[in-house]
Every structure is written in C-alpha cells, then in structure tokens.
C-alpha cells in the first residue's frame, strides 16, 4: 500500500463527522458554560429579580415569601404621585441631548483633527483619551478643582461667588461639563478607529471629482462609518440613562440632579427601604434602555446576514 493510500485509509470516511475526545468535550463544556453560568447569575438573575421585586411590597428584611403583592401600584405611584420621578426622567434627557448634541459632535470633530495626523497627535490623543479611564467618581473629585466656591478656578479668576455644585441653577450644567469632558474622548476613540478602517481610494475618487474637505467627509466618510455611527449612538443613549457616579459625588442626587439611577438607589439602599419602589423604577429604566439595545441587536445581526 502506497503512502497516499494508507493516509486515505486513516482519514475520516467522508461526511463522518470528526467526534471529540473526552478532554476536549470537558473543555468546550466549560468555555461555554462557566462564560453562560457567570451571565445568568450576575445579569439575568439580578434583572429577572429585580423585574419581580416590583410587583411585591418587601422591606428587604422579613422573608419574601411573606411580602404582599402590590400588583403595579407602584409603577402608578412612580408616574403620578412621586414628586422626583419627571424632574429625573427630564434631566435624563437633557443629559442625552448634551452627550448628542455637544459631546458627541466634539469627539467626532476631535477624531477627524488627528486622522488627518496634525503635529503631536499622540499627545492630543492621549490626552483625550486620558479622561475616559478615569472613574465618574474621580472626574467629578476632578472638576471640583474648577468648580469650587471658595478655591475653584472659575471663581477664582472671574471674581465671582457662585456655588457650581451646590446651586440648584447651576449644578446640573456643571455635571454636564464635566461628563463630556469625559465622554468625547470616548466618542474620539470610536470614531477614530472608524476613520482608520475608510478605504483611502475614496477619498482619492472624491477629490478626483473636486470635493473639498468638508464635502469628501460629510458625503463620503461619514456615510461609510454607518456602523459606528449606530455604536456611537447606542453608547450615548446607555450612558445618559446609567449616569450615577458623578450626581452621587456631588450631592446624591438631590437639588436639581434628580436622575432615574439615583432614584433607584435612594429608595432601595437608603433609610426607607422601598425595595419594591425601587425595583419598579429600576425596571422602567431597564425598559427603556432595552428598547435601544434591541434596536442596536438588530442592525447588527442584519449587517451579518
């Protein structure tokens, strides 16, 4: 028997499909069922909890099995009678209208600045993107140096007295400052890389056919970066609904820094206890944040197809 032929021979017969040896079956058994096990035990058990606990009246004390059931009681008391609920679901927006409107177009504008490899474009990009590992925690710490009544920069240049983080006026659009500060070298990062990944013959072919700068990207670039641009908004959108670290840090959310994630752990973690309040406004916002995430899923999975 020729050497082909005995290779042939030890082969698999054709349409037999190849069986795994005991050890490889233990370890796809695990690669896919310790990464499934950890999702369902952290992300689904806690939401699929949570959605329940909005339906029963529990202290978070006494046995569970012992809490009324409330029905949606306190999903019409969240929309009609809780005085925090609309200024939070209102300042929610405005916090997704400044990231849109202001953070995004920045970080995208910023990207476009150094794809086009402008003297020390390492140091602009570091130093854009250096916020973005910073905690919310550590970046509202951060700006208190600039927002301070007493020792801030503002006030200390321009003379005036104006408590940024503690006037009702002010505090919200100083949160919002600092949260683009951080946001837009995010949105940098994302778009650069968006940037990088265009097929440089169509900027060629554009400026062929006389395009200028603002028309190759506006017409060109930006259209081909559709992918990124759907992340882009997504992200923005999960961002503005789970902002919590930064409110928290400057006065936990009260006098004019309402938002729906404070809410959430001022009635589940405070003194009150309403474990059953909090859990139907924490299910309210998962709600709406699915509604973008299902719409981000799809695109996806077409884009795929």
Known sequence: MTTSAAATSQAPAKGRKARLSGPDRLTVALMVG???????????????????????????????????????????????????????????LIWLAVLFLVATPLGMLTAVLIDHEAKFTKFYQTSFYLPVVLSMALVGFIWQLMFSRDQGFINGITGWSIDWYGDSRYNLWAALIATTWRHMGYIMLLYLAGLKGVDQSLREAAKVDGAGERQTFFKVVFPVMAPINIIVLVVTVIESLRAFDLVWVINKGRNGLELISTEVTRNIVGEAQRIGFGSALATIMLLISSVFIVIYLRIVMREDS
Do not use: C, M, R
């Open 34 to 92: 310790v990464p499934t096990l950890v999702v369902l035990l952290l992300v689904w058990g806690p939401a699929i909890a949570t959605v329940l606990f909005s339906f029963f009246d529990w202290d978070g004390y006494s046995p569970f099995s012992e809490s009324p059931f409330v029905g949606g009681k306190f999903y019409t008391e969240a929309v009609t009678i809780y005085p925090a609920f609309w200024p939070a679901i209102q300042h929610n």
